[in-house]
């Protein structure tokens, strides 16, 4: 019987909740309902396909995380697609039999959860098991979850903010023409709010006229953060004005202003960090756990010589009278004067501190628009340097803005974009700021031919740069790039912008090997009948999949296609997609479900992620959010 209140009903497999570390593990199906109020399971009659006694329910306003789980190697294959449902007990884990139920039923418990409190930001991508969560190692049970929640979709981490509720379905062609993208939402909930302490990670020189200075390592104090990408704050000495919100970091625990400080990484992530640094005495501080107001300091060494190295972890110790120490008889009033005390001295420890190895970014990060204000840039300001190529809209050249600044320049061509159209969504476009997308800086609007002036990437296109630039790349450099690409991606769907042009001729790579996505959006203003028609010499046809191809429906699915043909043009080096073949033969192949052979330099589990983004139908593809999920699992294990 389906009461009239049930959301959803289905018979999952679902796991024992492992309350205490020796009961054992089972699985069991059940017949789980979703109400606005509860999800409960019940025992079932198989035979007589009767609901029988209710086994037990969790209220929908004590969930805290709904999140797929990531299969187990050898997982029986009715348990291929688990999910978890996260409250005060832990976790609750189900298993449901296709991809698409369990997309439906965490699309479905994310609506009734969305405005819950205490909303996870993290969570836990495998399971809890034999008293230890198999992603990260951690063995409490209540230890925060190591990885972010990606998605602001789904009005998930977004509940502060004037929340951006998903589409149910994916857009008409009609409703796509009409639908304007929303404004975007800012980066990953941050935590900041008006009066907060923060410190600056990065210098910051005002370029408009509003903004504020930033040193690095110094303390401001907010004042409004109306605007995600540009908050008002004021310095020590009263200096009050703009500065780019990515530009600075919550002062918690008087630590932030070390470089060898990194916060919110775990213990496998610090071997990471220092495994690729591998330089003997590398070392940095950490989080012992989450919410545990302990430090931990990671060294690596080479004992010996050796080219391999290991990791050894010093929990930092407090003693009866507040003193630190990490070997006793050596103890100090602070943390820093610990770190300093040892980087002179081994005093029990492997090896002395030598080499701080960081996990902020050199480079400081590109700011949303040239100062806080404006997008409309004086061309008087802008010099030309050289031609860096030729694109769809004319010339792109390097220079440099104010003298200081490195600037992409495009000149459109006149008669080449629909320029008002292209003007009113710059200012929405201005507004999208992520570390892999390319910064769009401004526009010079009041002369022709108009200018669009972005972030400068000194490697130029990732094409090329595939074919050309590259020596023998390892697996771990081709699944980083498309890691990157991912994340880009991510920020885009979740900010429902369809980029329509997915494909490696429209990324670019920075001087120390980051991919960022270029031109997003930007076909919608191309006047070009070879380009805008899907029969047109120059319409994407190898990046496209069946329903842009025969209706042109674009969504953030399409992109997912795009994005599996990128991952594709990477593992090849670049080769062009389908080679043999024309366009009208693709259309042909691809409807009747031919893909894209494994690439060589691609196992089979990258091969699938290439795969699970062509599936025939749209919905049952990945997101960009689980993709990267996906992705950084892989890369984990490498
Ligand atoms: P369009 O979008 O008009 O087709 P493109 O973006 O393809 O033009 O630019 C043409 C070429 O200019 C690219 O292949 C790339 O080599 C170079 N280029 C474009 N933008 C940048 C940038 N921001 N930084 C460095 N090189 C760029
Ligand atoms: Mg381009």
Same mark, same amino acid.
């Given at each position: 019987?389906?009461?009239?209140?049930?959301?959803?009903?289905?018979?999952?497999?679902?796991?024992?909740?492992?309350?205490?570390?020796?009961?054992?593990?089972?699985?069991?199906?059940?017949?789980?309902?979703?109400?606005?109020?509860?999800?409960?399971?019940?025992?079932?009659?198989?035979?007589?396909?009767?609901?029988?006694?209710?086994?037990?329910?969790?209220?929908?306003?004590?969930?805290?995380?709904?999140?797929?789980?990531?299969?187990?190697?050898?997982?029986?294959?009715?348990?291929?697609?688990?999910?978890?449902?996260?409250?005060?007990?832990?976790?609750?884990?189900?298993?449901?039999?296709?991809?698409?139920?369990?997309?439906?039923?965490?699309?479905?418990?994310?609506?009734?959860?969305?405005?819950?409190?205490?909303?996870?930001?993290?969570?836990?991508?495998?399971?809890?098991?034999?008293?230890?969560? /198999?992603?990260?190692?951690?063995?409490?049970?209540?230890?925060?979850?190591?990885?972010?929640?990606?998605?602001?979709?789904?009005?998930?981490?977004?509940?502060?903010?004037?929340?951006?509720?998903?589409?149910?379905?994916?857009?008409?062609?009609?409703?796509?023409?009409?639908?304007?993208?929303?404004?975007?939402?800012?980066?990953?909930?941050?935590?900041?709010?008006?009066?907060?302490?923060?410190?600056?990670?990065?210098?910051?020189?005002?370029?408009?006229?509003?903004?504020?200075?930033?040193?690095?390592?110094?303390?401001?104090?907010?004042?409004?953060?109306?605007?995600?990408?540009?908050?008002?704050?004021?310095?020590?000495?009263?200096?009050?004005?703009?500065?780019?919100?990515?530009?600075?970091?919550?002062?918690?625990?008087?630590?932030? /202003?070390?470089?060898?400080?990194?916060?919110?990484?775990?213990?496998?992530?610090?071997?990471?960090?220092?495994?690729?640094?591998?330089?003997?005495?590398?070392?940095?501080?950490?989080? %012992?756990?989450?919410?545990?107001?302990?430090?931990?300091?990671?060294?690596?060494?080479?004992?010996?010589?050796?080219?391999?190295?290991?990791?050894?972890?010093?929990?930092?110790?407090?003693?009866?009278?507040?003193?630190?120490?990490?070997?006793?008889?050596?103890?100090?009033?602070?943390?820093?004067?610990?770190?300093?005390?040892?980087?002179?001295?081994?005093?029990?420890?492997?090896?002395?501190?030598?080499?701080?190895?960081?996990?902020?970014?050199?480079?400081?990060?590109?700011?949303?628009?040239?100062?806080?204000?404006?997008?409309?840039?004086?061309?008087?300001?802008?010099?030309?340097?050289?031609?860096?190529?030729?694109?769809?809209?004319?010339?792109? /050249?390097?220079?440099?803005?104010?003298?200081?600044?490195?600037?992409?320049?495009?000149?459109?061509?006149?008669?080449?974009?629909?320029?008002?159209?292209?003007?009113?969504?710059?200012?929405?476009?201005?507004?999208?700021?992520?570390?892999?997308?390319?910064?769009?800086?401004?526009?010079?609007?009041?002369?022709?031919?108009?200018?669009?002036?972005?972030?400068?990437?000194?490697?130029?296109?990732?094409?090329?740069?595939?074919?050309?630039?590259?020596?023998?790349?390892?697996?771990?450099?081709?699944?980083?790039?498309?890691?990157?690409?991912?994340?880009?991606?991510?920020?885009?769907?979740?900010?429902?912008?369809?980029?329509?042009?997915?494909?490696?001729?429209?990324?670019?790579?920075?001087?120390?090997?980051?991919?960022?996505?270029?031109?997003?959006?930007?076909?919608?203003?191309?006047?070009?009948?070879?380009?805008?028609?899907?029969?047109?010499?120059?319409?994407?046809?190898?990046?496209?999949?069946?329903?842009?191809?025969?209706?042109?429906?674009?969504? %953030?699915?399409?992109?997912?296609?795009?994005?599996?043909?990128?991952?594709?043009?990477?593992?090849?080096?670049?080769?062009?997609?389908?080679?043999?073949?024309?366009?009208?033969?693709?259309?042909?192949?691809?409807?009747?479900?031919?893909?894209?052979?494994?690439?060589?330099?691609?196992?089979?589990?990258?091969?699938?992620?290439?795969?699970?983004?062509?599936?025939?139908?749209?919905?049952?593809?990945?997101?960009?959010?689980?993709?990267?999920?996906?992705?950084?699992?892989?890369?984990?294990?490498?």
């Amino acid at each position: 019987m389906n009461m009239p209140d049930n959301i959803l009903e289905e018979i999952f497999i679902k796991r024992s909740q492992q309350k205490k570390k020796t009961s054992p593990l089972n699985f069991k199906e059940r017949l789980f309902v979703l109400t606005q109020d509860k999800i409960s399971y019940y025992d079932y009659d198989v035979d007589k396909g009767k609901r029988k006694g209710l086994k037990g329910y969790v209220d929908t306003e004590k969930i805290k995380c709904v999140a797929i789980v990531l299969p187990d190697d050898n997982t029986p294959p009715e348990r291929l697609y688990p999910f978890q449902i996260v409250y005060d007990e832990g976790p609750l884990y189900i298993f449901a039999k296709s991809d698409q139920v369990r997309k439906q039923w965490i699309r479905e418990l994310k609506n009734v959860v969305q405005s819950n409190k205490d909303l996870m930001q993290k969570f836990h991508p495998r399971f809890w098991e034999d008293g230890m969560w /198999k992603c990260c190692k951690q063995e409490d049970k209540k230890a925060m979850g190591c990885r972010v929640m990606e998605s602001k979709n789904g009005g998930f981490l977004n509940r502060d903010n004037k929340s951006i509720s998903r589409k149910p379905l994916p857009p008409t062609p009609e409703e796509e023409k009409l639908s304007r993208p929303l404004p975007p939402q800012p980066p990953v909930s941050s935590g900041f709010s008006v009066g907060m302490t923060v410190i600056a990670e990065y210098e910051y020189t005002p370029m408009a006229s509003h903004d504020l200075e930033l040193r690095k390592d110094e303390e401001y104090t907010l004042l409004d953060i109306n605007d995600p990408n540009w908050f008002r704050a004021r310095d020590k000495y009263g200096n009050e004005g703009y500065i780019p919100s990515n530009y600075i970091a919550q002062a918690l625990n008087g630590l932030e /202003k070390y470089d060898w400080y990194c916060k919110n990484i775990n213990r496998s992530q610090a071997e990471n960090l220092l495994k690729t640094e591998n330089k003997d005495g590398g070392f940095l501080v950490r989080d %012992s756990g989450k919410f545990t107001g302990k430090y931990t300091v990671s060294v690596f060494t080479k004992v010996g010589g050796e080219t391999v190295g290991n990791c050894r972890h010093y929990n930092i110790c407090v003693t009866a009278q507040d003193q630190f120490y990490l070997a006793e008889n050596h103890n100090f009033s602070t943390i820093p004067e610990l770190i300093i005390y040892h980087q002179h001295n081994a005093a029990g420890l492997v090896s002395r501190l030598k080499h701080i190895v960081s996990n902020r970014t050199e480079h400081a990060p590109s700011t949303a628009g040239l100062g806080y204000g404006g997008w409309e840039i004086d061309p008087r300001q802008l010099t030309f340097i050289r031609e860096l190529g030729n694109g769809q809209f004319g010339v792109v /050249k390097y220079g440099k803005w104010q003298g200081r600044h490195d600037v992409a320049i495009k000149m459109v061509k006149e008669g080449s974009m629909s320029e008002d159209d292209f003007i009113e969504e710059a200012k929405v476009m201005m507004k999208l700021c992520h570390e892999n997308l390319v910064q769009l800086y401004g526009v010079c609007t009041k002369q022709r031919p108009i200018y669009i002036v972005t972030e400068y990437l000194a490697n130029g296109c990732l094409l090329n740069y595939l074919r050309d630039g590259l020596q023998n790349p390892t697996g771990i450099m081709l699944l980083e790039m498309c890691k990157d690409i991912s994340e880009g991606m991510t920020y885009l769907e979740a900010n429902q912008y369809i980029h329509r042009d997915l494909a490696a001729r429209n990324c670019l790579v920075d001087t120390n090997g980051t991919i960022k996505v270029t031109d997003f959006g930007l076909s919608r203003y191309v006047l070009d009948d070879e380009y805008l028609s899907s029969a047109g010499s120059k319409f994407p046809v190898r990046w496209s999949p069946p329903e842009v191809l025969l209706y042109c429906k674009f969504s %953030s699915k399409s992109d997912i296609w795009a994005f599996g043909v990128l991952m594709w043009e990477v593992y090849t080096m670049g080769r062009m997609p389908y080679e043999r073949w024309n366009n009208t033969e693709i259309v042909e192949k691809i409807s009747t479900g031919q893909r894209l052979y494994r690439p060589q330099m691609a196992n089979e589990r990258v091969y699938s992620i290439m795969m699970s983004c062509w599936h025939e139908r749209a919905d049952e593809r990945p997101t960009f959010q689980e993709l990267v999920v996906i992705i950084k699992d892989l890369l984990f294990n490498m």
